[in-house]
């Protein structure tokens, strides 16, 4: 028998022995019976809410509703329900890198299937904490193993939420980490090393080949604050290399975020179009007004600057402890100025063991509402993810990503780090008795 014919054979062995289940032909009907829901978008509350999920969507949503007539009920009447959380900056294949030892050690002793394996409890945690959705930003120094973390999660191998990934992203010769070895020493990168215009436009096309949604450049480093109280920072990619590859991500129609800490890194990014400005601890006025009329989005990701301040400081860059501060008042003016938040923060950057919810009360410390801060991690995350029709509200149509909380976070935005139930696409993963 030929070699062909053999294995013929044996996948037609295969596929009358190991045949799964006929699929039911009606979809799951399940009910949720909530004490209250919150709508983001216009911070309304209804009481005493059924919604009715069926298959992956939600089916309808009735306020002052009796007993249900169909499907399998899940009694949350204690509790407050919410559209599932949306985390628009992570790094689930980062475990905490306070300083360059912490990343060095990842990078050079770790393989990149053990900080895959690693990942796969990251982001099971996620989804956990009420996360049903992420925008994972890049993989520091682990290739592309976010596309198949995001493989796997789709097609129902490990538990975690819906994903977008940015792969590998950039930064230029000399900026990135690892740095300070031996020039005879070959060493890995965090980031694919790009130089050039053209340098920019071959790594956008390569990463989207390889499965990037996003495409993510670090457009600053090497902080420092002026007198003048301005922090100023060395941009690593010219205004020339920063347009061709926002030119190239936009021409294949996805997006782009730009990892900017300060002024140079801020204005350049905002000149070249970007998508999302992510950090921002420093952002000069006439930028924060160029990205309310653009539709930049913010992501500011408060909370990492002060879980790695001190162990930076301590470490010698004692600028890590007046960047708290720039960034609480920054993050106010942006408030002020109309700019589109979103939630994001670089968890990964710290410990997966951490809430990433711990973000809300800084935002609410400095100058949001709850109600908007919760409106950052749903509705406007959304749209920044572009699925404002699947996500981010809990409405007729959309995906079943719903969680719930005991309390009013409206009135206690602490409370969304005791998220007790989590359901994604209908399917629940976790219910707190
Ligand atoms: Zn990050």
């Given at each position: 028998m030929k070699i062909s014919s053999i294995l013929t054979v044996l996948a037609l062995l295969a596929t009358a022995t190991c045949q799964e289940p006929a699929k039911p032909s009606q979809p799951v009907i399940r009910v949720l019976r909530c004490g209250a829901l919150i709508h983001p978008a216009n911070g309304q509350v209804q009481h005493n809410v059924l919604i009715t999920v069926e298959g992956d969507r939600i089916r309808d949503v009735r306020e002052n509703a009796g007993a249900s007539s169909a499907g399998q009920v899940i009694d949350l009447s204690d509790h407050t329900c919410l559209p599932g959380l949306i985390d628009a900056h992570t790094h689930v294949l980062l475990q905490g890198d306070i300083t360059a030892a912490d990343y060095d050690e990842q990078l050079l002793k770790q393989s990149v299937a053990y900080r895959t394996i690693l990942a796969t409890r990251s982001v099971k945690r996620a989804l956990e904490y009420g996360f049903t959705t992420i925008r994972d930003l890049e993989t520091e120094g682990a290739g592309y193993a976010d596309v198949d973390l995001k493989r796997a999660i789709n097609r129902g191998i490990i538990p975690g939420p819906r994903m977008q990934v940015a792969t590998r992203a950039m930064d230029v010769t000399g900026a990135y980490p690892l740095l300070g070895y031996a020039p005879e020493v070959p060493v890995p990168h965090g980031v694919q090393v790009v130089d050039g215009p053209d340098g920019g436009r071959k790594a956008v096309r390569e990463q989207i080949s390889y499965g990037a949604d996003w495409i993510k450049v670090y457009s600053d480093r090497s902080y420092f604050l002026r007198q003048d109280g301005v922090l100023d920072d060395v941009p690593t990619f010219t205004l020339d290399e920063l347009r061709a590859i926002v030119d190239e991500t936009h021409r294949q129609r996805h997006k782009i975020a730009s990892h900017a800490i300060a002024l140079n890194g801020v204005h350049n990014s905002v000149e070249a179009g970007v998508d999302s400005i992510e950090h921002g601890n420093y952002i000069a006025d006439a930028d924060l007004k160029a990205m309310a009329q653009k539709g930049i989005y913010y992501v500011p990701t408060l909370y990492v600057g002060e879980y790695v301040a001190q162990g930076r400081a301590a470490a010698g860059a004692r600028v890590w402890m007046d960047m708290i501060k720039i960034h609480g008042e920054t993050f106010h003016r942006a408030v002020n100025a109309g700019v589109k938040i979103a939630f994001g923060t670089d968890v990964g950057g710290f410990d997966w063991g951490i809430d990433p919810a711990i973000e809300f009360p800084l935002m609410v410390k400095y100058g949001m509402t709850p109600a908007q801060a919760i409106r950052s991690a749903t509705t406007t995350a959304a749209e920044l993810l572009g699925m404002q029709n699947d996500l981010g509200s809990i409405a007729?149509?959309?995906?079943?990503d719903i969680v719930a909380v005991k309390g009013d976070p409206l009135n206690d935005i602490g409370l969304l780090q005791q998220i007790d139930f989590v359901m994604k696409g209908g399917e629940v993963y976790k219910q707190t008795r």
């Open positions: 007729a149509g959309k995906f079943a």
